[in-house]
């Protein structure tokens, strides 16, 4: 179904509070909770691993968006599964067999998402829609919240055309708000990650406020 997800990126959260966030999160509308995942090589910052992801699953009662940017992905595909991911994203950027790294994920049992930098082409991806339940459009180079949004509507509208009638959700993930959201859901996104425009102006002493962010979004 094609209704519109929002899914906060605890990127943006308090680091020493992730429990209690993604809880306040979720209790105030979150639709799924996105995790970052960066290695310090694939992107120039590192965030946490298998361990730390497998801790948060108890929190997560909605689904569990694992966003790997990391190179290589296969050796930790069965580590993400184990500690409970729903849905596993794998950078397209990151080797040479995407197509191998997506067979895997669904194999181990989750849903399969390939993620794009905004570098990369709508058609990068033309060979792969069939081993996936997810593209994750990217409208920021990765690595850090809060950076500006790069307009990728043309990209969003290719990818919607190629997908056809496939059960193929597009995700957007980089500089996210209350301007940018209805111009990607306009082009077909239905997935959309936010997370300095969530987090902003809370805590989780604060109740309310990320649902206000949530609903503004
Ligand atoms: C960027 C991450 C994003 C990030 C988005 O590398 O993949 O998920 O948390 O943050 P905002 O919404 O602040 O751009
Ligand atoms: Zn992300």
């Known amino acids: 179904d094609r209704t519109i997800k929002i899914a906060?990126?605890?990127?943006?959260?308090?680091?020493?509070?992730?429990?209690?966030?993604?809880?306040?999160?979720?209790?105030?509308?979150?639709?799924?909770?996105?995790?970052?995942?960066?290695?310090?090589?694939?992107v120039p910052?590192?965030?946490?691993?298998?361990?730390?992801?497998?801790a948060f699953r108890p929190h997560v009662?909605?689904?569990?968006?694992?966003?790997?940017?990391?190179a290589p992905v296969d050796p930790y595909i069965q580590a993400y599964?184990?500690?409970?991911?729903?849905?596993?994203?794998?950078?397209?950027?990151?080797g040479p067999h995407s197509h191998r790294t997506l067979q895997a994920i669904r194999a181990a049992?989750?849903?399969?998402?390939?993620?794009?930098?905004?570098?990369?082409?709508?058609?990068?991806?033309?060979?792969?829609?069939?081993l996936t339940d997810l593209i994750c459009v990217m409208t920021?180079?990765?690595?850090?919240?809060?950076?500006?949004?790069?307009?990728?509507t043309s990209k969003i509208r290719r990818l919607?055309?190629?997908?056809?009638?496939?059960?193929?959700?597009i995700e957007i993930d980089g500089g996210v708000d209350p301007n940018t959201a209805p111009l990607v859901a306009a082009a077909g996104a239905d997935v959309l990650v936010a997370g300095s425009a969530v987090f902003k102006g809370g805590s989780v002493d604060q109740p309310g406020v990320y649902g206000d962010n949530i609903r503004a979004v």
């Open 8 to 42: 906060p990126s605890i990127l943006s959260a308090d680091f020493a509070n992730f429990g209690a966030e993604i809880q306040a999160i979720e209790a105030q509308g979150a639709d799924w909770v996105h995790i970052d995942v960066m290695d310090g090589h694939f």
């Open 45 to 54: 910052n590192l965030t946490f691993g298998p361990p730390a992801v497998k």
């Open 61 to 70: 009662k909605t689904v569990m968006d694992v966003h790997l940017m990391i």
């Open 81 to 94: 599964a184990d500690a409970g991911a729903d849905v596993l994203t794998a950078h397209i950027e990151a």
């Open 109 to 130: 049992g989750m849903k399969a998402g390939i993620a794009l930098n905004p570098g990369t082409p709508a058609e990068a991806v033309e060979h792969l829609l069939d």
């Open 140 to 152: 920021v180079n990765p690595g850090f919240g809060g950076q500006k949004f790069i307009d990728m």
């Open 160 to 169: 919607r055309q190629m997908i056809g009638d496939r059960p193929v959700h």
